[in-house]
């Protein structure tokens, strides 16, 4: 009862009997019992007509174990901040470490030589979905979430995800040129507004990839 799907999605695993509808309230309820049992929640990485919502443990999900197996190839897109811990707080106790689903915090000597048995946590920031679980997790409040250096955009919609990805993986002209379906108008209207939306450096990037004098006109009058 615990993984959510919306819209039309749901529509249709309820209709071939793979989902049951549950009303506002329940799913609240239910959204809420996620949150107690320390699951990790998230939902699908666009701002507008969310399709679905995760809620998941650490040992049997699916997406946990390949962000923990292929983190490298960004197989879920991670909140915009990290964990800091102070490591002149920590005092080792690994309620962190124990508690991360993807296995980001670890235990290292804190070489000190006056306790040379002294441990404090380390994060690996490739791994790190900043969930924060572990920052709830700990008893001495010696996590707290900074924001990234480096902002995560979160998608409008899903067009919008699409070609996000499409111009961080360096492979939009792919996108367009490969789909047929693409050559309709509407969809590269939308594309298009898509683009118009990005910040400015992925324009730049848009613009590089698709070498459109078109969209470069475009740009550089907005
Ligand atoms: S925020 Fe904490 S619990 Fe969540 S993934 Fe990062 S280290 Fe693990
Ligand atoms: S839970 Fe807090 S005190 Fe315990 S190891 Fe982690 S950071 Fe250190």
């Known amino acids: 009862d615990i993984c959510m799907t919306f819209n039309s999605s749901a529509e249709s695993l309820i209709k071939h009997g793979f989902a049951r509808l549950?009303?506002?309230?329940?799913?609240?309820?239910?959204?809420?019992?996620?949150y107690e049992s320390n699951?990790?929640?998230?939902?699908?990485?666009?701002?507008?007509?969310?399709?679905?919502?995760?809620?998941?443990?650490?040992?049997?999900?699916?997406?946990?174990?390949?962000?923990?197996?292929?983190?490298?190839?960004?197989?879920?897109?991670?909140?915009?901040?990290?964990?800091?811990?102070?490591?002149?707080?920590?005092?080792?106790?690994?309620?962190?470490?124990?508690?991360?689903p993807v296995e980001a915090m670890s235990l290292i000597s804190a070489n000190d030589p006056k306790k040379p048995n002294r441990k404090i946590a380390t994060l690996n920031t490739d791994i790190c979905l900043g969930c924060g679980l572990c920052v709830r997790a700990c008893p001495t409040n010696t996590i707290e979430l900074v924001q990234r250096d480096k902002r995560v955009i979160t998608p409008l919609n899903s067009v919008h995800r699409v070609v996000l990805m499409a111009i961080e993986r360096g492979k939009l002209q792919n996108l367009i040129f490969d789909n047929q379906v693409l050559f309709s108008h509407r969809a590269l209207a939308a594309l298009f507004g898509v683009i118009f939306k990005l910040p400015p450096a992925k324009q730049l990037l848009a613009s590089k990839q698709l070498r459109s004098r078109y969209l470069e006109k475009i740009l550089n009058r907005m």
């Open 39 to 100: 699951l990790v929640q998230f939902g699908e990485n666009v701002r507008e007509r969310v399709n679905f919502i995760c809620n998941c443990c650490g040992c049997c999900c699916e997406a946990m174990i390949a962000q923990r197996r292929f983190s490298a190839l960004n197989p879920i897109h991670t909140t915009n901040f990290l964990p800091e811990i102070d490591v002149n707080n920590c005092t080792g106790c690994g309620k962190c470490v124990n508690i991360c």
């Open 22 to 34: 549950v009303d506002k309230k329940e799913g609240m309820d239910l959204l809420q019992l996620a």
